[in-house]
């Protein structure tokens, strides 16, 4: 899908070509690359005390609840006391801030908002572990009043199905369970807060039950500059958070590759393909940790899924697979591609062409960046899906 804003990027970078030459033109091409990789995205985590607000926040970053150095501290009473960020492992500018329960001694529902300085935070979930109760609709109609958005999560909804299917025995209908639910929990909100919505989320199992349907809301009611800062963020709990991945890396490949052709400007043999291969190493590295393919990230999934390590990087097959992504990896493959190889030595050959050999060499280094760029995304997107579906012990032969 093509987006506007990338549009009127792409212009503003020719006509910095135009006015400035190739080095400025490049130089802000890579600032807006930074700026992208730097936008800033904080979420709030409330609710009332033992609602369940740590393990989501360990859930969302993909961190097991175990996990002493990195989990948000859980338990059955309240575990957390101050105002206390947690950032994302592979993405450290998204926070998510575990606020302490509403209604606590230190900080009362009257006083909430102004104690946790809630300016700070693009939006707020409201999580309950049952009803949502009278501190939390407070809460709600407070934020509501300083017009930031936020969104009621029931938690723990595995435990609560198990039961019903125990107490109701052959006479229980998940569907119908979750509907009632789902519209208790509303009744209780109607009439104090605007259109209210209710997500029915297990941390245990963000890939069941309403989570995917909370990402897709967020997504869409989040400013445009932050939809994918937080879709890159997030745990690959469905395929279609794996392709929306996928989608949002490969628009930003054409940057890429005009780095490339700008650099290819420079009439030195050999240094525009040095540089493009650290490129590529390094954006295909950013490739490797979104789609939670890197080691840290695979040891977290293990440990969650409670599966060995051996068997999710088995079901891999790119040549990617279990490697240190670096510019010497690149290289070799590449150089196993023929469409890449064949690119590269016209592009060098090129420049020894009086007049029309840079133009000529910038348009072919284009084209082999953006081709190289898009061969390993392709791979390591099939690696995640196939990661996916064996973490949720599905047949990864389909």
């Not at 090129?350 to 072919?364: S, W």
Request: proline share 4%; aromatic share 8%.
């Amino acid at each position: 899908m093509d987006n506007p804003h990338d549009d009127e990027q792409m212009a503003e970078i020719k006509k910095e070509l135009e006015t400035n030459g190739s080095a400025a033109a490049a130089a802000k091409i890579q600032t807006y690359l930074d700026e992208q990789d730097n936008i800033q995205l904080n979420i709030g985590i409330t609710g009332e005390s033992g609602s369940g607000k740590s393990s989501f926040v360990n859930a969302f970053r993909g961190i097991h609840n175990r996990d002493k150095e990195r989990a948000a501290p859980t338990g059955v009473t309240e575990t957390t006391t101050d105002v206390k960020s947690y950032p994302h492992p592979n993405h450290p500018n998204v926070t998510l801030w575990d606020l302490p329960g509403v209604g606590t001694t230190k900080f009362p529902a009257d006083e909430y908002l102004k104690k946790v300085e809630f300016e700070r935070f693009d939006f707020f979930i409201i999580i309950s572990a049952d009803r949502f109760r009278e501190n939390d609709v407070k809460l709600a109609e407070e934020i509501q009043k300083m017009k930031k958005k936020f969104y009621f999560v029931r938690s723990k909804i595995d435990h609560n199905i198990r039961d019903e299917e125990e107490t109701q025995g052959s006479e229980f209908n998940e569907e119908e369970t979750l509907k009632l639910m789902r519209e208790n929990c509303i009744q209780g909100l109607e009439g104090r807060v605007e259109s209210p919505q209710v997500f029915l989320v297990s941390s245990r199992k963000l890939h069941l039950y309403d989570f995917p349907l909370l990402e897709k809301t967020l997504e869409e009611e989040l400013p445009a500059h932050k939809r994918n800062v937080l879709l890159l963020a997030l745990p690959n709990v469905s395929l279609e958070i794996i392709i929306k991945k996928k989608e949002a890396l490969q628009a930003k490949i054409k940057y890429r590759a005009s780095l490339s052709a700008l650099g290819a400007a420079v009439p030195v043999p050999g240094l525009s393909f040095a540089a493009d291969m650290v490129m590529i190493a390094a954006t295909i590295r950013q490739y490797q940790v979104t789609f939670g393919l890197d080691s840290a990230s695979l040891q977290r999934l293990a440990q969650t899924a409670c599966l060995p390590l051996d068997e999710l990087r088995a079901v891999m097959t790119s040549p990617l697979a279990g490697k240190e992504i670096n510019k010497d990896l690149i290289i070799k493959l590449v150089s196993c591609s023929v469409v890449d190889l064949s690119l590269t030595a016209a592009e060098e050959g090129f420049r020894f062409i009086p007049l029309f050999g840079i133009p000529a060499a910038m348009g072919l280094s284009s084209v082999s960046t953006y081709t190289t760029l898009n061969m390993f995304l392709n791979m390591l997107a099939d690696d995640s899906q196939k990661v996916f579906k064996k973490a949720l012990g599905l047949d990864t032969t389909v």
